[in-house]
Structures are given as structure tokens and as C-alpha cells.
């Protein structure tokens, strides 16, 4: 079927959505020391202009396609980007940092919806050889968002300002509001009056809720603190109530049955090592980038190329090799090695003063690992499981993925404020006039910001806090390090254990394609 113009402004118009959702996270990522400076926001606080986003993201990811199914797709689909737009103009005009926090949550919420009712879109409004253009160009403009952001964003920044990154947010959406009347065919299934599990998914939103509260405010309250404990345990007793509930229901939010499938487990495994490996460094390297190697936002934009660009061409290779008979398990395995390898790396070579083409390796090494596995984990975990339960495993897919991000960052961000804390609160005492300056100078240098508390003080003594907040900052950021390597080791033999039958089975396959 030929293409039209109507047909190419409705993929323009989704594609253009999606893009904005995946440079919004890498992007708004180097923005966190400026926000920080601006509002003077502690790292707890600006953890959650990142965990926000990426909590409600991956709570409403399902409910928006069960929505989509009874509502329309192009309904929940305008709604979401109308939620991301309003969401844009309070970040971009936010004085505080619980309105930030609270309007980038609005705005995970949106993309949620951008991104679950954007496919469903394309895959009713196309089919065929269309229907494969569609979403090949679907997998480059994410990969595009994620390598541009950052760059995009840095311009933004070192021109502007950092609101100006959620003003370009906010009226790229509303271009999209506007071309919305395009998209013809809605797709309302004929579940539509079907029962939503209203009960499991705000049990499932509000476990993830617990966890992630618990996991970020670790640093702060202690990690063995009857705060965290206590939120630990509302967290499990929610998800067992959660499975509870979706064992009972007719037609659960998730069919627990799923996580009985090894294999697929295995699949969605490699999402959470993509999560460890790569998305905490796309969101905490630029402070590294900014605060300890000093450079400047573009500068630091362009140095977080050396990360994402693999994005754009990794998952293309990764599809073509399987298409010729490379391994697509083999492939997996040596993206879980990349990232490993990658994360070592960059923990060895990194320190104080190192030329930026050092990182080069490291880094690509690390953008290589996301990007094969980008290219093939979905379809093998789809091939796992019967072909009736296919939406429902790539909305758990999606979970694992989405949820692994926010749990992920959370835990760096709380990990490395912990060992900053340690670092520094010896060596500074005797500097610091008073309790409160030193909590002050160690949130600062936690969330980022290398220089702000240093305006107060005479030149001499400037230079040594500020030396001293580099290199507690560094070592801080090595631990992270081995800690995140450490989780990838158990991951890559996790995953490799469970896969072993689809090894097996690539084997018997190819023996009989050569009889």
C-alpha cells in the first residue's frame, strides 16, 4: 500500500512525541547541578526530578494500555501529551524543588502514555511493509532522543538557562497537540467495557512508591533506620497483596504466570544490567563530567556523545548479525560484557585531571552493551511466551525496564551521597564553622554543585574546600563504580543461567538448517 501525506504526518507527529520523552530524561539529567544552584535544592530533592519522572513512567505504562483499550488510543494519547505539556510550563516556572519534583512526576505520567498509546497507534495505522518502517524509524528517533538530549539540553543551558530545556518541551507537545486531528484510527477493542484493575494497579504504584522513597532517603535517615525498614516492609506486604489480587481477578493488570518463564526472565534481566550499566551513567556522569573534570555544559553535552552514540547504530548491527545466523543469545551475552567491561573501565581510567579521549573507550564500550541489546532483547522475550500474551509480556517487559531505571538511579543516588558523606564529613569538620555548614557544603557537593558554597570564603580557603569537595567527589563516584560493576557481574551469570534453553535451542535449529 502506498504511503500518503496523511500517512506521514501522523508518523512525523508520533515520532516527533516520542522523541521528546527519552531526551527529556537524558537531557534534563545535565541540568541537575544548574537546577540545584537555582534553587538552592538539596541531592534528595533534585533525585527526584530524575525518580519522579522515571517512578511514574513506569507505574502508568500499564495502566495507560489497559485505559487505551476501553477509552481509545488517540484519547489516552492526547490526554498524556496534554499532562506533558502543563507539566513542562510548571517545571519551567518552578521556585521550589517540590513543585519541580512534583511536575516532572506529572510529566512521567504523560509520557507513559506517549509512549504506550504511540505505538498502539502505529500498529493500527499501519501494516505491512509500513507497519516495519514505522517502527524501525520508531527505534532511531528514541535512539536519537537519548543521544541528542544531552547535547540539546547543554546548548540550552549555557545559552539560556535550564528552564528553557522544559520550555522546548512544552511547545514541541503543543505542535503535536495540534497535528493530533491527523491520527484517524482510533482502535477501541471490543474489551471496552471490560473491568479495570483499578485495586492492582494502585497496589503496584504504591509498592514501587515505597521502595523508591525507602531507597532514596537511605542516605539521609540510615539505611537500618525504622523509617526505611518500615518502608521496605510496607513495600513487600504490598506486593504480596498485589499478587493476591491479581490472582484473583479476571483480567489482572499482570498475569503472574510470566515470572514462572525462565527464559523470559532472563530477557527481562538484561533490561535491569542496561539499567545499572547505562542509564545511571547517562543521569549521574554529567555532575562528574561538570564538577570534577570542569567542564562546560556543551562541552559535557558533547562528551555524553561518546555514551549515547552507539544508540543510533548498535541495535541495527545487533538485528542484522541475527538476520545472517550470528547468535542472537551470543549477541546478548557480549552486550551484558560491554557494559561490564565498560563500567571496569571507566572506574580505572577515570580520576582527577584525565584528558577527556581517555573516557572514549570506556564509554563507547558502555553505549555499545545498551545498544546491541536494544536491538534484540523485545523480540526474544515476545518469541517466550504464547502468542496470546504477548501484549501483556511487553507491558512486563516494559516494567522490568522502567522500573529497574528508577530503582537504578535512586540507588546511585543514594549510594554515592553515602560515601560522600563518609568522605568528607572528617576532613571538613575542622574547615566548617558549624554543623550546619558542613551538612550544607556535603549536600552541595552530593547534588553536584562543586562551587556554590565556596562564595563565602576567602580565596586561600576556597581553593582547599574546594579541592577537598573534588576529591571526595571522585573516590565517591570510583565506589559507585565497583559497586555498579559488581551488579552487572551477578546479572551477566544471573542471565546467562537462564537463557542456557534458548542457547539450546539456536543450536538445534542451526544443525538443522545445515542437514
Known amino acids: 500500500m502506498k504511503t500518503t501525506f496523511a500517512d506521514t504526518a501522523l508518523l512525523t507527529i508520533i515520532l516527533l512525541a516520542i522523541f521528546v520523552?527519552?531526551?527529556?530524561?537524558s537531557g534534563t539529567a545535565l541540568a541537575l547541578p544548574a537546577i540545584g544552584a537555582d534553587i538552592q535544592a538539596p541531592l534528595t530533592s533534585l533525585q527526584w526530578v530524575v525518580n519522579a519522572f522515571n517512578l511514574a513512567f513506569a507505574c502508568f505504562t500499564l495502566a495507560w494500555g489497559a485505559l487505551a483499550d476501553r477509552l481509545g488510543r488517540k484519547r489516552c494519547f492526547v490526554a498524556g501529551a496534554s499532562l506533558y505539556v502543563v507539566a513542562s510550563v510548571l517545571s519551567a516556572v518552578a521556585e521550589s524543588a517540590w513543585l519541580l519534583d512534583a511536575a516532572r512526576g506529572l510529566a512521567g505520567i504523560g509520557a507513559a502514555a506517549i509512549f504506550s498509546c504511540g505505538i498502539a497507534i502505529l500498529s493500527t495505522h499501519f501494516s505491512g511493509p509500513a507497519r516495519l518502517r514505522a517502527f524501525a524509524l520508531f527505534g532511531t528517533v528514541a535512539g536519537l532522543g537519548v543521544s541528542l538530549g544531552p547535547t540539546l539540553s547543554g546548548l540550552l543551558l549555557d545559552s539560556v538557562g535550564w528552564r528553557a530545556i522544559f520550555w522546548a518541551h512544552g511547545v514541541t507537545l503543543v505542535?503535536?497537540?495540534?497535528g493530533s486531528p491527523l491520527i484517524t484510527r482510533d482502535g477501541v477493542l471490543a474489551e471496552r467495557t471490560a473491568r479495570f484493575d483499578v485495586p492492582g494497579?494502585?497496589?503496584?504504584v504504591l509498592a514501587l512508591l515505597a521502595l523508591m522513597v525507602a531507597i532514596v532517603q537511605g542516605s539521609q535517615w540510615?539505611?537500618?533506620?525504622?523509617?526505611?525498614?518500615?518502608?521496605?516492609?510496607?513495600?513487600?506486604?504490598l506486593l504480596a497483596v498485589f499478587t493476591w489480587q491479581e490472582r484473583r481477578h479476571l483480567q489482572p493488570m499482570l498475569d503472574l504466570s510470566l515470572l514462572a518463564r525462565g527464559p523470559f526472565v532472563g530477557l527481562a534481566l538484561v533490561t535491569v544490567a542496561a539499567s545499572f550499566g547505562f542509564v545511571t551513567l547517562l543521569t549521574y556522569l554529567p555532575s562528574y563530567l561538570f564538577g570534577v573534570l570542569q567542564l562546560s555544559a556543551t562541552h559535557a553535552g558533547l562528551a555524553m556523545l561518546l555514551l549515547t552514540v552507539p544508540m543510533l547504530f548498535c541495535p541495527i548491527l545487533a538485528g542484522k548479525w541475527a538476520a545472517r545466523g550470528v547468535s542472537a543469545?551470543?549477541?546478548?551475552?557480549a552486550s551484558l560484557i560491554a557494559l561490564l567491561v565498560g563500567v571496569v573501565a571507566l572506574a580505572l581510567?577515570?580520576?582527577?585531571?584525565?584528558?577527556?579521549w581517555q573516557l572514549a573507550v570506556p564509554l563507547l564500550l558502555v553505549g555499545i552493551g545498551m545498544g546491541l541489546s536494544a536491538g534484540l532483547v523485545d523480540g526474544l522475550a515476545l518469541k517466550t511466551v504464547p502468542?496470546?500474551?504477548?501484549?501483556?509480556a511487553a507491558g512486563l517487559l516494559n516494567t522490568f525496564r522502567l522500573g529497574s531505571e528508577a530503582i537504578a538511579v535512586a540507588l546511585y543516588g543514594s549510594l554515592l551521597a553515602t560515601l560522600l558523606d563518609s568522605q568528607l564529613r572528617g576532613t571538613l569538620s575542622r574547615l566548617a564553622p558549624d554543623p550546619a555548614t558542613l551538612q550544607r557544603w556535603i549536600d552541595d557537593v552530593a547534588a553536584g554543585n562543586l562551587t556554590g558554597s565556596l562564595q563565602t570564603l576567602g580565596a586561600e580557603q576556597a581553593a582547599t574546600v574546594h579541592s577537598l569537595f573534588i576529591g571526595g567527589y571522585d573516590s565517591a563516584f570510583h565506589g559507585v563504580l565497583w559497586a555498579l560493576a559488581l551488579i552487572l557481574l551477578v546479572l551477566t551469570v544471573v542471565v546467562t543461567w537462564l537463557v542456557r534453553p534458548l542457547r539450546e535451542q539456536e543450536r538445534s535449529e542451526a544443525q538443522l538448517a545445515t542437514h
Open 222 to 237: 540510615g539505611w537500618s533506620s525504622r523509617g526505611v525498614l518500615g518502608l521496605v516492609a510496607v513495600a513487600v506486604v
Open 329 to 333: 543469545i551470543g549477541i546478548l551475552k
Open 387 to 392: 502468542e496470546q500474551k504477548a501484549g501483556m
Open 349 to 356: 581510567v577515570s580520576q582527577v585531571g584525565v584528558a577527556l
Open 201 to 204: 494497579a494502585t497496589l503496584f
Open 175 to 178: 505542535i503535536v497537540l495540534l
Open 21 to 25: 520523552v527519552p531526551s527529556s530524561i
